[in-house]
């Protein structure tokens, strides 16, 4: 662990002092083990600032796995930095990490928003501190949060040799899916957890998680799902009543506009392809679609519907495999 200091004892500096620290961590990690990634954890933040989001971008597109605070103004984390760098984590992004409470509720504090990649403990954390080699504190704050994620992105990272994106892949896979209340609308719903055990035992400072992963079931039958990220979560009891509504039988990829009310009521299954995951929704939620179930058309191959800047549906969408994509 190398400490980098770039404000100063009052808990205060500037943007270009934190720009030139990430620049350092960058050098320092190419320099000393080529090809392999870091984590770099920033418990900081503050009003918007282009240039200190450029370098936090910059380094999480050198390899390294950038983690932040969300924030603790209870506000969209998108309106400040380097919060608002998050949201885009499963495509290699800085991951912008919001609060939660002993009882898994968002932090009153706490920043959300479309911004926000995920979730981890922040409030009364209880670590070591300044003064003394046995100092200790109980604090607050998504400072607080980030360092738990950046924990088990370190984790990762040894277990996978270095390699940022299997790391950054699991952390972001292993989360506990729907259990945090308050999360606020467009703030994905997922708390940390470690997805593997290795070392001493430490006493987890929230609810062991109860749910792990979306499950779709149709009739008798039920699926393991993705749920998407420009939507609302399907819960992970979710359970579908009655049949599905095929899109359109010339237009199994649901691209094409469709009349108002033409899925009134209905769940419409479409393939991946063609256009965006986004769209598709968005065409079915027009169409007064309850809910789509996305399933991919290429075999062994599973990917979450991811945002890609397009835009927000209303209505909950999952992806599910080949394979049962197929069985629907």
């Not at 100063?8 to 943007?15: E, H, Q, T, V």
């Not at 190419?30 to 920033?42: E, N, T, W």
């Not at 990272?157 to 209340?181: D, I, R, T, Y």
């Not at 749910?211 to 749920?227: A, E, I, N, S």
Request: contains cysteine.
């Amino acid at each position: 662990v190398i400490g980098v200091k770039v404000l100063n004892r009052f808990g205060s500096g500037s943007a270009e002092n934190i720009i030139e620290g990430i620049a350092k961590v960058v050098k320092l990690q190419s320099a000393s083990q080529p090809g392999k990634a870091a984590v770099l954890s920033l418990s900081l933040g503050g009003a918007q600032q282009q240039a200190l989001d450029d370098a936090i971008k910059a380094a999480a597109e050198a390899n390294m796995i950038v983690v932040v605070a969300a924030g603790n103004n209870n506000d969209d984390a998108c309106n400040y930095s380097p919060a608002g760098t998050g949201g885009n984590a499963r495509a290699m992004g800085p991951i912008s990490v919001a609060s939660t409470d002993m009882d898994d509720q968002r932090s009153s504090f706490s920043n959300f928003g479309y911004c926000v990649d995920i979730f981890a403990p922040g409030r009364d954390i209880t670590s070591s501190w300044v003064g003394s080699p046995t100092a200790i504190k109980t604090i607050s704050g998504t400072s607080m949060a980030t360092p738990h994620v950046a924990g088990v992105a370190a984790l990762l990272l040894e277990k996978h040799g270095g390699n940022k994106v299997h790391a950054q892949n699991e952390l972001l896979s292993a989360v506990s899916v729907g259990v945090v209340a308050d999360a606020q609308f467009g703030t994905p719903n997922e708390l940390v957890q470690v997805s593997f055990y290795s070392g001493v035992p430490t006493l987890s400072p929230t609810r062991p998680p109860t749910l792990m992963r979306p499950t779709l079931c149709v009739g008798d039958r039920c699926f393991d799902g993705k749920v998407s990220r420009f939507g609302p979560s399907i819960p992970s009891d979710y359970v579908i009543v009655g049949p599905l509504v095929i899109a359109l039988s010339d237009d199994i990829y649901g691209c094409s506009s469709v009349a108002p009310g033409a899925y009134a009521g209905e769940v419409v299954l479409v393939a991946r392809g063609l256009c965006t995951y986004y769209q598709k929704v968005k065409i079915a939620q027009e169409g007064g679609a309850l809910a789509v179930v996305l399933y991919m058309n290429i075999p062994n191959y599973f990917v979450q519907p991811i945002y890609l800047g397009s835009g927000y549906t209303t209505i909950p969408s999952i992806m599910v495999r080949y394979e049962d994509g197929n069985y629907l």
